[in-house]
C-alpha cells in the first residue's frame, strides 16, 4: 500500500516542512498567524510554490484559501477535497491545520513523482479562517465554498480596527466574488481532512491514528445565580442564600451528569461573582456552560437534565437561577462511506480503526449536509494542542499520509 513511496520518506518530508511552515508568522519570537495577516500571505506563498512543485494550478480565492488543483485523468469537473487551514492561536503549535495541508500536498506530490492520475481532479485546500482569533466569526474560507457565507460577515471589525473586507483587500483577494466561490455539490465527491487529536485518547490506548465520527454539538449558555447577599459575620449558616455555594453544587450536579454517557462533556469554563469580597456572603454568581456529544440527542437530553437540576438545587437553597442557552450547533456527523474506506486503508496497515468523536470544530463542519467528508486523526502528545508544545511523530504523521494516499486508490477503483 506504500507504493508510492518508500516507507517512512512521507514522515520526515512533512515534519520537515512543517518546520519550514512554522517559521511564517507574524510574530518574531513565536507561532501566531492569524487570518490574511503578514505570516497568513508567507505561509500562503509558501504553499502555494509547494504545491506548484506537486504539479498543481493553484490560486488564492476570494477568501484567501489556497486552492491547488491536481487534475484527474479526464478533465472533468469531478473533484475529491483535501486539506485543513493554515491560521493558527496566538503562541501556537505547528501542527494544528497545517499538517492537514502538508500531507495532502505531499500525498498528491507522490502521486505526480509516479506520473499518477487519478479519475477526479483533487483540491488541496489551504483555509485561512479556523481559529477565529481575527474576527469574531470563523470558517469564513470554507463557509464561501458550501456556498454558506454570510456577506455581513464582511463588515466584522477584529482588534485592530481593521474590518473584514479591508483585510482581504489588503491581501490581494476581491469580496465581490466571494459569492461566486460556492462550488457545486454534485461534482464534489467529499472532503477529507488530517489533523492532530488536540485530545489525549489515541495516546491514552497506543494508537497513531484514529477516524472521526462526528464533529460535536455545542450547546452554550450562561446561568445567573441570585442570592442575598449578607454580612459574612452576622448571618447564621442556616440562615443564609448564599449564590456562590448553589452554584458550587451546580457545578457538580453538571460534571456528575456528563460522566453518564461515553462521549458527553460539559464544562463550566468561567465563574463569576460580582461585587465579591472576603467578608461579603456572596448574593450573585454567573457561570458559563459548554455542552458537547457527538450525538445531538444525548446533548440535547442532557442540557434538559442539567437545566431540571439547576432548577432543583435553586429552589432547594431559596435562591432563582436563570438559565439561558444562547448558541446552538448541531453536530456534523462524517460520511459512512469515506470514512469506511480510510478504516479499511488503516486496517490493510494491520492497525485497529479506532473511531472516535471530534470535541473541537474543523473546517469540515461547514460542509455538513452538503458535501461528505471525513476525517484522520493523528495521535499528539500528551493531547496538547493550540501550545508550541504541540508534537506528531514523523512515524505517525507518514502512517497518515500512507493512509490518505492507499484511501485515495482505493476509492479510485469504485
Ligand atoms: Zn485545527
Redesign the pocket.
Known amino acids: 500500500m506504500r507504493d508510492i513511496q518508500a516507507a517512512g520518506a512521507f514522515g520526515q518530508r512533512i515534519s520537515d516542512r512543517l518546520a519550514e511552515l512554522a517559521m511564517m508568522s507574524d510574530e518574531p519570537e513565536r507561532l501566531t498567524r492569524l487570518y490574511l495577516g503578514p505570516g497568513h500571505r508567507k505561509a500562503a506563498d509558501l504553499v502555494a510554490r509547494w504545491m506548484r512543485e506537486a504539479a498543481m494550478a493553484v490560486r488564492i480565492d476570494a477568501t484567501g484559501n489556497v486552492v491547488g488543483r491536481y487534475r484527474g485523468q479526464d478533465p472533468g469537473p469531478r473533484t475529491l477535497m483535501l486539506g485543513?487551514?493554515i491560521d493558527t492561536v496566538r503562541d501556537a503549535g505547528r501542527f494544528?491545520?497545517a499538517l492537514g495541508v502538508v500531507t495532502a500536498i505531499e500525498v498528491v506530490a507522490a502521486a505526480a513523482k509516479a506520473g499518477k492520475r487519478y479519475p477526479f481532479a483533487i483540491e488541496v485546500i489551504a483555509f485561512g479562517d479556523?481559529?477565529g482569533v481575527r474576527f469574531p466569526s470563523t470558517l469564513s474560507g470554507a463557509k464561501a465554498l458550501a456556498g454558506r457565507f454570510d456577506l455581513r460577515a464582511l463588515d466584522e471589525v477584529g482588534e485592530d480596527g481593521i474590518s473584514r473586507r479591508q483585510a482581504l483587500l489588503a491581501f490581494g483577494c476581491d469580496p465581490l466574488r466571494l459569492s461566486e466561490e460556492a462550488l457545486s455539490p454534485e461534482h464534489a465527491l467529499g472532503y477529507v481532512e488530517v489533523?492532530?487529536e488536540?485530545g489525549p485518547v489515541l495516546e491514552k490506548e497506543g494508537l497513531p491514528i484514529g477516524i472521526v465520527t462526528a464533529i460535536d454539538g455545542v450547546s452554550r449558555g450562561i446561568v445567573d445565580v441570585e442570592g442575598v447577599a449578607g454580612h459574612a459575620g452576622t448571618v447564621p449558616m442556616a440562615m443564609r442564600k448564599d449564590a456562590l455555594t448553589a452554584a458550587a453544587e451546580m457545578l457538580l450536579a453538571v460534571e456528575e451528569r456528563a460522566r453518564k454517557r461515553p462521549n458527553l462533556v460539559a464544562t463550566i469554563g468561567r465563574i463569576e461573582v460580582p461585587a465579591s469580597a472576603a467578608n461579603t456572603i456572596p448574593g450573585r454568581t454567573r457561570f458559563t456552560l459548554d455542552i458537547r456529544s457527538p450525538a445531538d440527542q444525548e446533548r440535547l437530553s442532557a442540557v434538559n437534565d442539567i437545566k431540571a437540576l439547576v432548577a432543583a438545587i435553586a429552589q432547594r437553597r431559596g435562591v432563582t437561577a436563570k438559565f439561558a442557552i444562547g448558541h446552538e450547533v448541531p453536530a456534523a456527523v462524517c460520511d459512512t462511506r469515506l470514512s469506511d474506506e480510510l478504516a479499511a486503508a488503516i486496517e490493510a496497515m494491520g492497525l485497529a480503526p479506532r473511531r472516535l468523536p471530534s470535541g473541537?470544530g474543523?473546517d469540515a463542519m461547514a460542509f455538513d449536509r452538503l458535501v461528505p467528508f471525513a476525517m484522520l486523526f493523528v495521535r499528539c502528545r500528551g493531547g496538547v494542542s493550540h501550545n508550541p508544545a504541540e508534537f506528531a511523530s514523523a512515524d505517525d504523521i507518514d502512517l497518515a499520509a500512507s493512509v490518505l494516499a492507499s484511501f485515495l486508490d482505493r476509492i479510485s477503483t469504485q
Open positions: 485543513s487551514h494544528d491545520g479556523e481559529e489533523h492532530i488536540q473541537a474543523h
